[in-house]
């Protein structure tokens, strides 16, 4: 049964691709949240000459590669033999935790929705931030189709359907997920409530891939997010409808007091 499970997954994964080469705009579109990442995270470094850089959350895929010109930190909440290579250092605890060093640079992807207190982790990064440091994060939205099934389903049943289902994404996928906040407006206010400020928010769409396991599904969340995306529900101070199809959003925060903080949060 499993098998005939995943044997049909990938076919309609097959007919998704197809798509996605007929139709780019459409199913995959112009933004590219890691791309814009990367570009802020690197701008960040040149710009600024940030000597220390703290990932929290990722494990033993990080963002960048060790470099001299930095310290290079990583941190969270479990380890793997892995970790201390491609680290210059690494911390086992959640950010929720008084951080043990002080950065110029903090940097996540996806790791906010699996945090229970996400005001307690950005109060954290704020604490470690060294003056004129900055941040950058992409978190997906807890109004996406697919958080709010996540959150329905339950841990259990999430690991069940992606072994079957997304077998290729088993082995980094899976963790319990929360998205406590993780919309627009609430990471607006907690990042202001921790002493930020400036928060400029740029939405992102195309989180269709969790559906290509289902070909009709995926069209129609594609068709659902461009409705979303033209009608701009997700921009600026606006937050998520329950229905919103937003999977990110970019920010700039300016830390009180203490200089420019960048953030890319979703």
Do not use: W
């Not at 269709?208 to 033209?230: G, Q």
Request: glycine share 6%; with cysteine; charged share 20%.
């Amino acid at each position: 049964m499993k098998n005939a499970l995943r044997t049909f997954s990938q076919l309609n994964r097959r007919g998704c691709r197809a798509f996605d080469r007929i139709f780019p705009k459409f199913f995959v579109g112009s933004k590219n949240y890691s791309a814009d990442l990367e570009e802020i995270i690197s701008h960040q470094i040149s710009s600024t000459n940030a000597k220390t850089i703290l990932e929290v959350g990722g494990i033993d895929r990080p963002i960048l590669k060790k470099n001299d010109a930095f310290l290079y930190i990583g941190l969270d909440i479990e380890e793997k033999s892995s970790c201390y290579q491609v680290y210059d250092e690494f911390f086992v605890q959640s950010i929720e935790n008084p951080i043990p060093i002080r950065a110029n640079l903090v940097i996540s992807t996806t790791l906010f929705e699996h945090v229970k207190n996400n005001a307690a982790g950005v109060h954290q990064i704020y604490q470690c931030l060294e003056v004129n440091g900055a941040t950058a994060h992409y978190i997906p939205s807890k109004y996406h189709p697919y958080s709010i099934i996540l959150r329905s389903i339950g841990n259990r049943m999430q690991k069940l359907l992606i072994d079957v289902l997304r077998p290729d994404a088993a082995s980094v996928t899976g963790y319990p997920a929360f998205f406590d906040h993780c919309s627009p407006r609430q990471m607006r206010k907690i990042f202001l409530d921790a002493g930020f400020r400036d928060v400029h928010i740029v939405p992102y769409y195309r989180a269709t891939d969790y559906f290509a396991f289902l070909l009709p599904a995926y069209v129609l969340v594609a068709a659902y997010e461009n409705i979303i995306e033209m009608l701009g529900i997700a921009e600026g101070h606006l937050d998520f409808s329950p229905f919103s199809a937003v999977q990110g959003q970019y920010a700039c925060l300016t830390r009180a007091g203490r200089g420019l903080l960048r953030c890319l949060a979703a």
